[in-house]
């Protein structure tokens, strides 16, 4: 999220300059947001230990709860879709692959994280684990955030005339790190200037949803 507020600045200074969302989080279960917030207030107790002796209870009160809203801030759908304009939007989406809870109690929730674009009505999607073996959105696995966002996009009369995929390559655990450097090549070498011309990019499909 500290790497979404940078490049949030940068894209301030561009012509077209794309609206940035905070990451988006998705839930299969209250337990497992519970978890997820969990973490974030173990994170600010942690931090506020750290710099006991420097700040008032206040202070520390404070901060925690600020850390709190940076990890909670965005969670749902409702927040992204009144953000959506057709002057465009970017945002990172990220929900457990599997049950959250399950792979909690063992070693650890599987995140997957990509990237979405939407402008006038065509939404594109860089998935670092996409792979071009099906034309249709239904049948694409691990992007449950975007299914239910095109169903939320149309239910609300908003028209999705277009959904475009991308991307690929991931092998291990390496697609959060690479939707970032999409992120980054994108606006900052870039300057969002190709962001939204999807039929003009090699590999990237257009899917029937």
Known sequence: MQFLQQIKEISSTFERQPKICPKLTMFRSMSSKKLWVGAAKREAAAAGEEKKGNLTAEEEEGEGAASIASRTQGL???G????????GILAVLTNPLGNAVQQQSKKGVVWHTYAIYFQDG???VYDPDFVPVTQRL???CGVPLVKE???ALRGRGSKVTEVWFGGGGNSGERGQEMTREWIEHELVSRKGEDLGKWEEREGWVKLHF
Do not use: E, N, Y
């Open 122 to 124: 065509i939404l594109g």
């Open 149 to 151: 966002l095109v169903k």
């Open 80 to 87: 992204l879709l009144r953000l959506i304009r057709k002057d």
């Open 76 to 78: 749902t759908l409702g």
């Open 138 to 140: 239904d049948a694409c």
